[in-house]
């Protein structure tokens, strides 16, 4: 982080309804999903603290990141299910900023083996900075962007995960329905 307007000068705080009305500006680029309000608020309710953001001085949302934990025994882990920096905060270490406050709920809160999330086959710099930040492209599920685009299923093991099994079989491809009940699936 640091430099300009970045990492160090930001706060990462809790979401708050209020922040529902400001956050637009975030979801600017082609690579964030925009949800409805019924999902932010959803997950707002059920998992508050895996929903952080990022100000600048000015109070401007820099970003967010929002989450859930879920899974049963060796599978209970915590999901990213979006994290973005608008456009003009990028490049300064708020994502892994914000990337370090989920991973750091899902042990100190939840005790959950590992971190992941789906990211876009495409999207070459996300999945470089997720590599960057210890994740591992686990598995393919093929067609998983409304049947158009594949994603990779990226695992973190975090401390609980001595064995590092959340890794272990790496590099198969599977399909959305596949993914079970542990992982948001049927």
């Given at each position: 982080g640091?430099g300009?307007r970045g990492?160090?000068?930001?706060?990462?705080?809790?979401?708050?309804?209020?922040?529902?009305f400001t956050?637009?500006?975030?979801?600017?680029?082609?690579f964030?999903?925009?949800?409805?309000?019924h999902?932010y608020?959803?997950?707002?309710s059920r998992?508050p603290?895996?929903f952080?953001?990022?100000?600048a001085?000015?109070?401007a949302?820099?970003g967010y990141?929002?989450?859930?934990?879920?899974?049963?025994?060796?599978?209970w882990?915590?999901?990213v299910?979006?994290v973005?920096?608008?456009p003009?905060?990028?490049?300064?270490?708020?994502?892994?900023?914000?990337?370090?406050?989920?991973?750091?709920?899902?042990?100190?809160?939840h005790d959950?083996?590992?971190v992941?999330?789906?990211?876009r086959?495409?999207?070459t710099?996300?999945?470089?900075?997720?590599?960057?930040?210890?994740y591992v492209?686990y598995?393919?599920v093929?067609?998983?962007?409304?049947g158009?685009e594949?994603a990779?299923?990226?695992r973190?093991?975090?401390r609980r995960d001595?064995?590092r099994?959340s890794?272990e079989?790496?590099?198969h491809?599977?399909?959305p329905?596949?993914?079970?009940?542990d992982?948001?699936?049927?």
């Amino acid at each position: 982080g640091g430099g300009g307007r970045g990492g160090a000068m930001t706060t990462v705080r809790p979401f708050t309804c209020d922040d529902l009305f400001t956050y637009n500006d975030v979801n600017t680029d082609v690579f964030t999903e925009t949800f409805n309000l019924h999902f932010y608020l959803s997950y707002l309710s059920r998992w508050p603290e895996y929903f952080s953001v990022a100000t600048a001085p000015d109070g401007a949302i820099a970003g967010y990141v929002l989450g859930k934990a879920e899974g049963r025994g060796g599978n209970w882990h915590g999901h990213v299910s979006a994290v973005t920096v608008a456009p003009s905060y990028r490049r300064m270490g708020l994502a892994s900023k914000l990337m370090d406050e989920l991973e750091g709920i899902s042990e100190r809160h939840h005790d959950a083996y590992f971190v992941d999330l789906f990211v876009r086959e495409s999207n070459t710099n996300a999945v470089a900075m997720y590599e960057r930040l210890g994740y591992v492209v686990y598995r393919t599920v093929l067609d998983y962007y409304s049947g158009e685009e594949n994603a990779f299923d990226m695992r973190k093991p975090l401390r609980r995960d001595t064995e590092r099994r959340s890794v272990e079989g790496r590099g198969h491809a599977i399909r959305p329905h596949q993914l079970g009940p542990d992982f948001g699936g049927a």
